[in-house]
């Protein structure tokens, strides 16, 4: 079992810049990517981003030179550094993380980009 513990969303004006930070506890040895994922009422969740453990890092194309995801494995943590935030990335972000055979999710925070 993976747990995963997400923080640092908010409210943010457009163009600025946001930090979200996950941790995970429990059988974190087995773990062999992690990422984000977000979510808008009435929407699938959709990747963003994820990060192998050898470093190898993803984005989905709507946020490649604004997003950046971070990994430290010492911390068993993973970071996604949002810059130059637009109002069309509101939504839930969740964190993820993937072990063989199985997926595990964070609780979700709110990341909500209004004036």
């Known amino acids: 079992q993976v747990q995963l513990v997400e923080s640092g969303g908010g409210l943010v004006q457009p163009g600025g810049s946001l930090r979200l930070s996950c941790a995970a506890n429990?059988?974190?040895?087995?773990?062999?990517?992690m990422g984000w994922y977000r979510q808008t009422p009435g929407n699938y969740r959709e990747v963003v981003t994820y990060?192998?453990?050898?470093?190898?890092?993803k984005y989905v194309d709507s946020v490649k030179g604004r997003f950046t995801i971070s990994r430290d494995i010492a911390k068993n943590t993973v970071d996604l550094q949002m810059n130059s935030l637009r109002p069309e990335h509101t939504a839930v972000y969740y964190c993820?993380?993937?072990?063989?055979?199985?997926?595990?999710w964070g609780q979700g925070t709110q990341v909500t980009v209004s004036s």
């Open positions: 993820h993380a993937e072990t063989p055979g199985r997926y595990y």
């Open positions: 990060i192998t453990n050898g470093g190898v890092a």
């Open positions: 429990g059988s974190i040895d087995s773990i062999y990517s």
